[in-house]
């Protein structure tokens, strides 16, 4: 069973609680159709019941009418009569025990015993007593739609070898609506508080399953060292805008430059001469 139906569930055993009086530890009533779907699918009716009621005691129950026609039919629900006769017996009124019985005559005569009820008009005499809320386990069509007219009846089916709680029936939606409990707002504080704790582990065994979990190799990043640098781009000035200032010089200043240009190279030249003059004596 998969994490939502549990929640599913745990609403919907919350909403029967809260309006109807379901109590723990819970008395599944059990008819023949559903002990045969059991034992096709190897569902053992007093674990796979409790694993299902979220957790809670679940004990099946029967009446002596659905044992008895389960044992009528043969070698073929003899598997079934079996588990019906584990089950726990609720006394229907249709067929005295042995223990009980007693032996009427009438002049002499001997009374016929109560006739033996099938066992969907048997649970559907149960169904209609006074009482708190009801959960019964049935794959007999007839026997739900009746049992779906009954306000505070809980069903529960086989469907593809799992068991199926089905939805809220109009019968149960009226007479909550009349009440005015559709909200579930009279929910003890002890069932808040368990909603609460239950929360509360699911939250810290996520967070172990998370540090749990191995981690991924990431893609390191490039070592900063080992990377050359980025060469710095010294952007020019911006200059245009500005105008351009012109340079100015003035005459005497280019005058006295040229007059100091040819007085330096007047002694070069005398030098020169002196030198080829002194070779030429040598000579």
Do not use: W
């Amino acid at each position: 069973m998969g994490a939502k139906t549990k929640k599913r569930v745990r609403k919907k055993l919350q909403f029967y609680r809260a309006n109807f009086g379901l109590e723990a530890p819970y008395s599944v009533i059990v008819d023949a159709s559903f002990c045969k779907t059991a034992l096709d699918y190897k569902i053992n009716l007093k674990e796979d019941l409790a694993k299902f009621l979220d957790g809670e005691r679940a004990y099946p129950t029967t009446s002596s009418c659905v044992v008895t026609e389960l044992a009528q039919q043969g070698e073929e629900s003899s598997g079934a009569a079996l588990n019906a006769k584990r089950c726990f017996r609720m006394e229907c009124g249709h067929l005295l025990s042995k223990k009980k019985e007693k032996k009427k005559t009438l002049n002499g005569e001997q009374v016929p015993q109560p006739r033996v009820a099938t066992s969907r008009e048997c649970i559907e005499s149960l169904l209609k007593t006074p009482g708190k809320g009801y959960i019964v386990a049935t794959n007999d069509d007839e026997l739900k739609k009746e049992a779906r007219k009954i306000p505070g009846v809980l069903i529960l089916t086989v469907y593809q070898g799992q068991l199926v709680m089905d939805s809220f029936s109009n019968a149960t939606t009226k007479a909550v609506k009349e009440l005015g409990d559709i909200t579930m707002k009279e929910i003890d504080q002890k069932e808040r508080e368990l909603i609460e704790e239950e929360k509360k582990k699911r939250e810290l065994e996520q967070k172990a399953n998370e540090k749990e979990k191995p981690k991924m190799n990431k893609p390191k990043a490039p070592n900063s060292l080992s990377a050359k640098k980025k060469k710095r781009v010294i952007s020019a000035p911006s200059s245009e805008g500005e105008p351009k200032k012109k340079r100015v010089r003035s005459k005497k200043l280019l005058q006295n430059a040229s007059k100091e240009g040819v007085e330096e190279s007047k002694p070069e030249v005398e030098s020169i001469e002196g030198t080829i003059e002194n070779e030429k004596t040598e000579e």
